[in-house]
């Protein structure tokens, strides 16, 4: 078989190009359908206080986050209808699941960590006036988009750390078991000193809503 580039010639064995031709044909399948062995989680966070709106990326779990995602596949349920997180960080007054706002600007996150290093307000932070949740999706990926809202006036000070908690287990389940979740669990960190966003002073004048948006897609 012989076929022209410009005013040069080539004969190529059919057999070959159709192996080339097959080999182009299924990264193109591949490519288009994205189907992967590898599923990745990211996180995208913005703010909104008054007029100002940051949008911000990364996703910082630690390990219990590992365990919430392990434990879906290996449970037999996740309990009763409490237990489910997105139920219960809908259920007023958040006594499951929340989020809460530091002012640490210097502590990198690791795995170990349980709680915000500053919290803003005592205990794990003050909890939010309002929460909200949804979900969407494209042909490749699928999320969950977590809100908490701080009436104006109710937090002060400078958004150094972020963290999100969720009601879900501090261990990894027997395969098969129902695990035992525990109420506010820290699930995942964003912050100033691992370079996820710049400080932000909050306007006392404005209300402060917090998005949080887990997106899971094939690699």
């Known amino acids: 078989m012989t076929f022209q580039i410009g005013k040069y010639k080539f004969k190529v064995a059919p057999l070959l190009l159709k192996a080339v031709y097959d080999k182009i044909k299924i990264r193109r399948t591949n490519t288009e359908t994205k189907v992967t062995d590898k599923i990745i989680i990211t996180g995208e966070v913005w703010f909104k206080n008054g007029d100002k709106e940051t949008r911000h990326f990364r996703n910082h779990f630690v390990l219990y986050g590992l365990f919430a995602c392990a434990n879906w596949f290996a449970a037999t349920n996740l309990g009763t209808a409490s237990d489910v997180p997105a139920r219960a960080w809908a259920t007023s007054p958040f006594t499951y699941g929340t989020m809460t706002l530091g002012t640490n600007t210097t502590t990198p996150t690791v795995a170990s960590m349980t709680a915000l290093v500053a919290p ?25 988009l977590y809100t908490a809202t ?36 820290f699930a995942s960190r964003l912050s100033v000193a691992d370079g996820d966003f710049t400080a932000q002073a909050i306007n006392t004048s404005y209300a402060f809503t917090a998005n949080w948006q887990l997106t899971f897609s094939f690699a």
């Open 120 to 144: 803003i307000g005592s205990g794990i932070g003050t909890i939010p006036n309002s929460q909200a949740g949804s979900t969407g999706s494209t042909s490749t990926s699928a999320w969950a």
């Open 150 to 185: 701080w009436n104006a006036g109710t937090i002060t000070g400078t958004v150094g750390e972020v963290g999100l908690f969720l009601n879900i287990s501090t261990s990894l389940v027997t395969f098969g078991a129902t695990p035992s979740v525990t109420a506010r669990t």
